[in-house]
């Protein structure tokens, strides 16, 4: 497989113009699947890629919005499961306005989730993390291809950028980028990878709003990813031993 270098990723209240540390040899953009796979094929693509606003916050939200779109308050304490009505600015003319809800965190390590691939010097030590979530467009045009900024938090402070594949997808974790294209009310499965300093442990995931404003957060449970089981067990496909008999 390929190799696996490392651009730093940590950062301090960051903001969301930053689109995520590189991984930088061999490996690809990775997109969540999406409901809306099969709904464009037969329609000509005239929408733009993300909603076009006038460059004036909203009085009432920190970024403009739809009139029907109420943004969830910057410092929102959230649960697993629950859903973050969100906005960031990708270009100074665009605003992007989605429903996320992030669904659970997964703890790894290289062993469980990166086999096959060379894990530089650089990573050795660092400790992976899959953040699985879902985002739903609630604009009023379609958007695509775009790395939701979700962060990972950690101390309470610092924030870490998720990862981003190029040239090889990464089956495990594909990536936290919308799909090429996501029509209003349409939804997409996203997972962020992150790579946590040794000694650091990730306590939320976060979404970053503009200027000085408090992050929205998501906490839960944090579980354990657990290596599937090989062949090398004695099983059989369809589960019985090598010898026959149920065990």
Do not use: H
């Not at 997409?188 to 957060?217: H, K, M, N, R």
């Not at 599937?228 to 026959?244: A, L």
């Amino acid at each position: 497989m390929a190799l696996v270098t490392l651009v730093s990723s940590v950062t301090t209240r960051a903001g969301v113009a930053l689109l995520g540390g590189l991984l930088a040899a061999g490996l690809l953009v990775g997109c969540g699947g999406s409901d809306d796979d099969g709904d464009d094929k037969d329609t000509p693509d005239a929408e733009p890629s993300a909603t076009a606003t006038s460059t004036e916050p909203a009085p009432t939200g920190y970024l403009p919005v739809p009139d029907d779109v109420t943004l969830t308050e910057p410092g929102a304490l959230l649960g697993f499961g629950d859903s973050a009505t969100i906005a960031w600015r990708p270009r100074q003319d665009t605003v992007v306005t989605l429903d996320v809800s992030v669904d659970r965190i997964d703890k790894t390590s290289y062993k469980e989730s990166f086999e096959g691939w060379v894990i530089t010097q650089q990573m050795k030590g660092q400790v992976p993390y899959f953040v699985r979530a879902t985002a739903t467009n609630v604009g009023d045009v379609g958007i695509g291809s775009l790395l939701v900024p979700v962060y990972a938090l950690s101390d309470g402070t610092s924030m870490y950028e998720p990862l981003v594949f190029r040239e090889e997808a990464f089956e495990p974790c594909p990536g936290g980028e919308l799909p090429k294209r996501l029509r209003p009310g349409k939804s997409a499965d996203l997972c962020f990878v992150y790579l946590l300093p040794e000694g650091q442990e990730l306590s939320a995931a976060a979404f970053d709003p503009v200027g000085e404003l408090e992050p929205i957060t998501w906490t839960g449970e944090i579980t354990a990813i657990e290596k599937p089981k090989d062949k090398k067990d004695g099983r059989k496909k369809d589960g019985r031993k090598k010898d026959g008999k149920n065990g």
